[in-house]
Structures are given as structure tokens and as C-alpha cells.
């Protein structure tokens, strides 16, 4: 497997360098979870930002179904509230990490999908613009209670998922969902993690590691392999489910 990983990063990183392809890991994403999530599942999102997953999101789980929507940012919250108005969203202006409380929040004015709860690398750190603004945190575990069951869980908070899965070791061990989680570098450096954070992670909760290409990281060499590669997101799979999810992604 180890070798296989090699060979899947060294194609993709020359597809790229080469210009023969332009990856839309957004799309990939999508395409994944659309053969996960089912009529009637309950589905979270986790970083709403603007809605670019939550509106599948809402169309995949149809009118039995249930999202629960996550954005800290007044602004994509505000605009979450008007464009999903009259759909089965509940959405929540807060940030999910560790413990409940406020916080210091950084908005990237420029980049705004950029923002978080620290100051991440930036991309183009000249456009990026960052204020601070202050913002209502909450553990996943004290919001998600009620929710007898979940299905999916979409993580993308720039930095801030591994303090939201640890405030969410009660969920992850109630409802036993599949979660996507984005984890790169730039962003998860800055609250003082290290590749092995979200591995480590995993596994205390009894979870499997999948990139985004389907390769399953189950050993911390393949982990290393695959983390800060080329692509930044990955699944999160409970092991009794393990046979659903590659049947469902490799048909």
C-alpha cells in the first residue's frame, strides 16, 4: 500500500506540475459524499462559509433529512440565513472547538474562506487583510445531543478541526458518522499541531484514515506519506463501516 500511495502522489503532483490537469479537490469532495449521503440522513457541516457544500448537502438528504450548518462570520451566516431560508437547515453562528466560551477570531477580509480561529499561513498573505472580531465557541458534544443519529460530517475550518474533534468525542462515539476532515500545514501548524496530530487523533476514536483518492492510511508511515502531499482532505471512517464506505466510493 505504501509504495501504492507513492505511486498516486508522484501522478498527481505531475499531472499538475505538467498542466495536464486541474484538480478540483472541491468537486472530488462532492463527488464522494454524494455516493455517502442518503434521503432522510442527518448531515453536518461543519464551516459552512458561503454554501458551497451545505446546498448538495440540503438536496442529497431531501425533505426527511436534516443539515446542521456551522459559520462563525456574520456575514456568511447572515447570507447562509437568507439563501437557505426556506429549507431543512439549522444554522448556528458559532465556532466549534475544545470548549465552550468567546474567542478571539481572525477574518481574513481578503481570503475570507481563509478565516479561523488563529491566524493560518495565508495564501496570498498580501490580499488577505486580517481583522479580529469576537465570536461565540462551542463544544460539537454539547450542540448535537439530540441528534439520535448522523450520517456525515463535513469539517473544513482552517486549522481549528483537531480542538472541534476533541470537543466532540462523545458524538463521534454515540452516532458513528463518516466525517471529511481538512488537514493541511499551513493551517494546523499554527495551533501547534504536527502531522501525527490528526492520525493520533483518529485512532484514540477509533477511526480509519482515507485521502482523498480513496487510499486507505491505516499505518502513521502511510499517514505521512499521504499528509501535505498534494491535497489537504480526508476521510474519517469507522471501522465497522469501513466495507459501506469502499463499496459506495470505489463502484
Not at 462570520?73 to 470548549?99: M, N, S
Not at 482552517?158 to 500545514?185: D, F, K, N, Q, W
Request: net charge negative.
Amino acid at each position: 500500500m505504501l509504495r501504492e500511495i507513492q505511486i498516486r502522489i508522484q501522478q498527481v503532483r505531475s499531472l499538475i506540475a505538467m498542466r495536464a490537469v486541474r484538480f478540483d479537490f472541491e468537486a472530488l469532495l462532492e463527488r464522494h459524499y454524494r455516493r455517502l449521503i442518503r434521503p432522510g440522513d442527518t448531515v453536518l457541516d461543519i464551516g459552512a462559509h458561503t454554501g458551497r457544500h451545505l446546498e448538495p448537502f440540503v438536496e442529497l438528504v431531501g425533505s426527511r433529512g436534516r443539515v446542521v450548518a456551522f459559520e462563525p462570520l456574520p456575514f456568511a451566516h447572515e447570507l447562509l440565513c437568507r439563501r437557505f431560508v426556506d429549507k431543512p437547515v439549522t444554522i448556528h453562528q458559532v465556532a466549534l472547538g475544545e470548549r465552550d466560551g468567546t474567542s478571539e477570531f481572525t477574518f481574513a477580509r481578503g481570503a475570507p474562506e481563509e478565516s479561523g480561529l488563529k491566524a493560518r499561513v495565508f495564501n496570498r498573505p498580501s490580499t488577505a487583510d486580517p481583522t479580529t472580531i469576537s465570536v461565540e465557541v462551542r463544544r460539537l458534544d454539547g450542540l448535537a445531543g439530540h441528534l439520535s443519529t448522523i450520517r456525515f460530517i463535513k469539517i473544513d475550518i482552517e486549522g481549528g478541526e483537531i480542538g472541534c474533534l476533541r470537543g466532540a468525542t462523545t458524538t463521534l462515539s454515540r452516532t458513528r458518522p463518516m466525517l471529511s476532515v481538512g488537514y493541511g500545514h499551513p493551517s494546523y501548524s499554527v495551533y501547534g499541531h504536527e502531522k501525527a496530530t490528526l492520525f493520533e487523533l483518529a485512532a484514540a476514536n477509533d477511526y480509519v484514515l482515507y485521502d482523498i483518492f480513496l487510499n486507505r492510511l491505516g499505518e502513521i508511515e502511510e499517514w505521512n506519506l499521504a499528509c501535505d502531499s498534494v491535497y489537504w482532505d480526508f476521510f474519517m471512517v469507522p471501522p465497522e463501516r469501513e466495507a459501506e464506505f469502499v463499496a459506495a466510493l470505489r463502484d
